[in-house]
């Protein structure tokens, strides 16, 4: 069964500019979170999916969106990068009760 | 506020050695509990979790935890460790509200020694 691919593992992207991660789930997960770790601040949990649906979101500003498709793929985007959005974005996928499946994340390095 | 707490940001131990990382929660109703490893630049691999029942609950590569409620705590034990276990781990806490999002404590990374 194959795992939660994130695409492009490795971004550069400079100040202003906005990028596009995406995150394919495993099959039949049809809930998509995604998480954001720095050195910082640590994990932290920007928003999930169910279903097309936003169900929750972290406390980020609306820069940070998302949206997943019919089939459960999702993306995330961040508009108007600031270098401190620099971070390791991971993806996670789930059937029910939290149990999060993670993918091996984009490194987004913003310059 | 729900949170996550792990106390010890490094440990290091010796290869054979037992291992036990602290976690800590804090959470009104019963929480979903779960322990993640890290490897350098790599995502989350799920170690363990607990829903119900048993306190005491089994993982993957020997790692065990137990929950103790009247502790609000939910500790990683491994009775021997091996190099490979050099790694980050993550404590985090689930919720019942119909929705996936984990609050994650910050981290302990662990250092074995040979």
């Known amino acids: 069964k194959a795992g939660v691919t994130q695409t492009p593992r490795y971004l550069i992207k400079t100040r202003g500019q906005q990028v596009t991660l995406s995150c394919s789930p495993i099959?039949?997960?049809?809930?998509v979170s995604w998480y954001q770790q720095t050195p910082g601040q640590g994990l932290q949990f920007l928003f999930e999916?169910?279903?097309?649906?936003?169900?929750n979101k972290g406390n980020f500003p609306g820069r940070f969106s998302g949206r997943q498709f019919s089939n459960s793929r999702s993306e995330m985007n961040v508009s108007t990068l600031e270098l401190g959005d620099s971070a390791l974005y991971l993806c996670?996928?789930?059937?029910?009760?939290?149990?999060?499946?993670f993918g091996q994340g984009t490194r987004l390095t913003v310059v | 506020a729900q949170s996550v707490t792990q106390p010890d940001i490094h440990i290091t131990v010796s290869e054979g050695a037992s291992l036990e990382l602290r976690c800590n929660y804090s959470?009104?109703?019963?929480?979903?509990l779960f322990w993640y490893v890290q490897s350098p630049g790599q995502g989350l691999q799920l170690l363990l979790k607990?829903?119900?029942?048993?306190?005491l609950v089994q993982g993957i590569k020997g790692f065990e935890a137990e929950f103790k409620r009247s502790q609000s705590s939910f500790n990683l034990r491994k009775p021997s460790v091996h190099w490979s276990d050099a790694a980050e781990y993550f404590c985090?806490?689930?919720?019942?509200?119909?929705?996936?999002?984990?609050?994650f404590g910050a981290g302990t990374r662990l250092a074995v020694h040979p």
């Open positions: 999916y169910f279903s097309e649906t936003q169900r």
């Open positions: 985090a806490v689930g919720f019942s509200g119909g929705y996936n999002k984990l609050i």
């Open positions: 959470y009104g109703a019963t929480p979903y």
């Open positions: 099959s039949g997960h049809r809930s």
């Open positions: 996670a996928s789930s059937i029910d009760r939290n149990e999060a499946f």
């Open positions: 607990y829903f119900s029942g048993d306190t």
